[in-house]
């Protein structure tokens, strides 16, 4: 019997919200797992198209949130009978969960309100972890209700260019000290990630220690903020903020020329960035919450350090201290994208006939 072809609307595919390459890697693995048909998530589409999956990673990026809050409250009341009128049509709505909350929010609350909404909408929640699904289903009572699907994020080695460069060739290309200990922390430069606390940090360290240098570096959704960071390393010394965005064949020499990376941040269940340093053989010290309980047992203790609480100096201490093993950790095991492409399909398919 003939499989028929499944009609998805993406959010933030065909976009280049999120930074990493992980929703380019998931539906190329869908498109080999079985027929179906990919289209954007828009305005136009949820009205026009009769979808079986309407799929979804960060639903506050699917509402207007440049323009104030009566802009976003009329937007976020569009897009939730939207997707109220698509259900209704037959559409199941999948949500990839991997904030509990926005990481920035607007002072009258709109994107709050929207979230609680949107999750009494959702009929089938993706979670990268028990531990994480766990964590959301407290937050939002309501997805007790909902069915629920534990897969694994997934890694990008050999997704970006791994060229043969050493550490020191890494360093100088980038003007990093050659003898220094040199923890980076990737990704775009946003105040819920704790930056500024980190840098305070890096000065607390540095009282005792001329041996650590901290490289913060990443593009900036505010200007202001990537400003005062600059400027706050700066002060500190022996640390270095460089606000760009790192292109794809030049990710490889950061993390080269890295001993450890960090996520300062505990408001963080999952993380791309913490998955990149590994897919290039650098160990992380990241919060011990959500996913990364798991990723600590699945990638090895080795590799993954964690902390409890908030970021302190003694955290980012221990990280300058950590140390690379011998060999490169096993990912394919359990964070392989084919096997998390076909396990998602499979899921859409059995929310869509359900």
């Not at 828009?42 to 990673?57: C, F, K, N, Q």
């Not at 996520?263 to 992380?284: D, E, I, K, R, Y």
């Not at 955290?315 to 396990?343: M, Q």
Request: glycine share 6%.
């Amino acid at each position: 019997m003939k499989t028929r072809t499944l009609r998805i609307l993406a959010a933030h595919r065909f976009g280049d919200i999120g930074g990493n390459a992980d929703l380019n890697l998931l539906y190329e693995g869908i498109k080999s797992s079985g027929p179906v048909t990919i289209l954007p998530l828009t305005a136009r589409s949820l009205w026009r198209e009769r979808a079986d999956i309407i799929h979804v990673y960060w639903p506050e990026w699917c509402i207007n949130r440049k323009h104030g809050s009566i802009v976003s409250a009329i937007d976020a009341a569009r897009l939730l009978l939207q997707l109220r009128l698509a259900r209704r049509r037959g559409a199941r709505l999948v949500w990839s969960a991997n904030n509990i909350i926005s990481h920035e929010s607007d002072r009258s609350g709109v994107v709050d309100f929207f979230m609680q909404a949107f999750v009494r909408q959702t009929d089938l929640v993706l979670c990268a972890s028990q531990t994480s699904m766990d964590d959301f289903q407290r937050y939002y009572p309501t997805l007790r209700n909902v069915e629920q699907r534990v897969i694994p994020l997934g890694h990008y080695r050999g997704v970006y260019r791994d060229g043969q460069v050493s550490q020191a060739s890494a360093r100088e290309i980038l003007s990093l000290p050659p003898d220094k200990r040199i923890v980076i922390a990737l990704g775009m430069l946003r105040p819920y990630k704790n930056l500024m606390q980190l840098l305070e940090c890096h000065a607390q360290v540095t009282r005792d220690r001329e041996d650590v240098f901290l490289y913060i570096v990443g593009d900036a959704l505010d200007e202001r903020f990537a400003k005062r960071l600059v400027e706050k390393a700066q002060q500190v010394g022996n640390a270095r903020v460089d606000v760009q965005y790192v292109e794809d064949d030049n990710m490889h020499l950061y993390y080269q020329a890295a001993d450890a990376a960090i996520l300062p941040t505990s408001l963080s269940v999952n993380s791309g960035s913490a998955m990149l340093s590994l897919s290039f053989g650098v160990p992380v010290m990241i919060p011990h919450r959500g996913t990364f309980i798991e990723m600590r047992e699945t990638v090895g203790a080795d590799w993954v350090h964690t902390f409890d609480g908030g970021i302190r100096a003694s955290v980012l201490d221990r990280t300058f201290d950590l140390a690379k093993p011998a060999t490169l950790p096993d990912l394919d095991k359990h964070h392989d994208w084919r096997n998390i492409a076909r396990t998602t399909y499979d899921a859409f398919v059995e929310a869509a006939t359900a």
